[in-house]
């Protein structure tokens, strides 16, 4: 049975709010031992959670939030549009990416693909 | 080679103009020979053009319209936030779906999987 519409919308609630204000070992928490992530979609894929906490981690310590733009659930899949806003001296780095997750019937992300590129970062 | 980012946009945004106001032939000439089409994303695969035309063959006639909300090309494929108004009798139907699309190296559509479920129709 794949996962729930109620329980995907939660793990992309839990996800947001994680990337904006967790750790990476909380996110790792969110992924299936197993699982895949493509940031962006078309870098090389990382596979199982050392090399997908490597990745979080690279944002841990980043002064940053997000905020869900909007999501669409269907077939045990889902894509979100969402913005992280990070600011680094006296520049904000604003990046909307829509994300595409699919899960395991235990209801953790079994792959992730973030579709975006250079010219969806708005520097100001 | 992939599809370049300028045609995947010149794509999406023949795709939506038609979707609108073209016919089901003129749709379907963008896809592939044995592409294959799940709208909604859970809902069984249409593949190849008979199939593919018979889908959009059901929305000729409609009084409708679209637009392009946001798109995010990355790594020869494209994911799309759009809105299609359909207006019958006195009501208007607003669906608003993210579609996900691949190309092959001409430039054609080989998948495209459509993500919205009940919850995003809005009747007015």
């Given at each position: 049975m794949a996962a729930s519409a109620d329980r995907i919308g939660q793990i992309v609630d839990d996800y947001i709010r994680l990337v904006g204000s967790g750790t990476a070992d909380e996110i790792v928490a969110l992924y299936a031992a197993d699982a895949t992530v493509e940031?962006?979609?078309?870098s090389d894929v990382r596979t199982g959670h050392a090399a997908i906490r490597e990745f979080y981690a690279g944002l841990e310590g980043l002064e940053k939030e997000t905020r869900l733009i909007t999501s669409r659930i269907a077939g045990g899949e889902v894509v979100f549009h969402f913005e992280i806003i990070t600011r680094a001296g006296d520049k904000t780095y604003t990046l909307s990416p829509i994300d595409a997750m699919t899960f395991d019937d235990s209801g953790v992300i079994t792959t992730m693909r973030a579709f975006w590129g250079d010219g969806d970062m708005v520097i100001s």
């Open positions: 940031d962006p979609v078309g």
